[in-house]
């Protein structure tokens, strides 16, 4: 048993491991994360439709929300397993919070990216990462199976 654990703790070593060369080949570091949350945070409160909605959720909270954006980023970017958080149950209830802000969101992430990524590269990574984080929010949060269903479908 102790010697599987040891595998397993070599296994997660060597993951995050690359995934720090990955990250420091495109000039991806712990500034970078900050200023790509930073940007694109305060790029959100200024957004007609993304700011209203945020603001809501996290007046009085900001500081709070923008270390734990830091903490996922970084979490994501460099495989370190640091961030515990639950985004789909942070995401329920949001009100006013629909499927057609994730589009908007992702836009707007990916204009932040534009003016401030280190490299196409980089900015094609963060980008792709935060679509596959979109479709499963937006999967988790507003699909409904019953509406797959053959027999409830129109001729």
């Known amino acids: 048993m102790n010697t599987e654990i040891q595998g397993r703790a070599a296994h997660v070593a060597a993951i995050r491991e690359r995934a720090e060369a990955e990250m420091k080949a495109m000039g991806v570091d712990d500034a970078f994360i900050d200023r790509l949350v930073e940007t694109f945070y305060g790029r959100v409160l200024k957004h007609p439709a993304l700011g209203p909605v945020f603001d809501a959720r996290l007046s009085g909270r900001w500081p709070e929300h923008m270390a734990k954006m830091k903490s996922f980023w970084s ?20 009100a006013d919070l629909t499927p057609s802000l994730f589009p908007q969101w992702l836009a707007l992430f990916s204009e932040t990216l534009d003016d401030i990524a280190p490299n196409a590269e980089a900015k094609a990574w963060f980008v792709a990462t935060a679509e596959r984080i979109a479709k499963s929010l937006t999967l988790s949060l507003f699909y409904n199976p019953a509406l797959d269903d053959p027999q409830r479908k129109p001729a």
């Open 75 to 94: 979490a994501v970017a460099f495989r370190s397993g640091a961030y515990g958080g639950k985004p789909v149950q942070a995401h329920t209830g949001v």
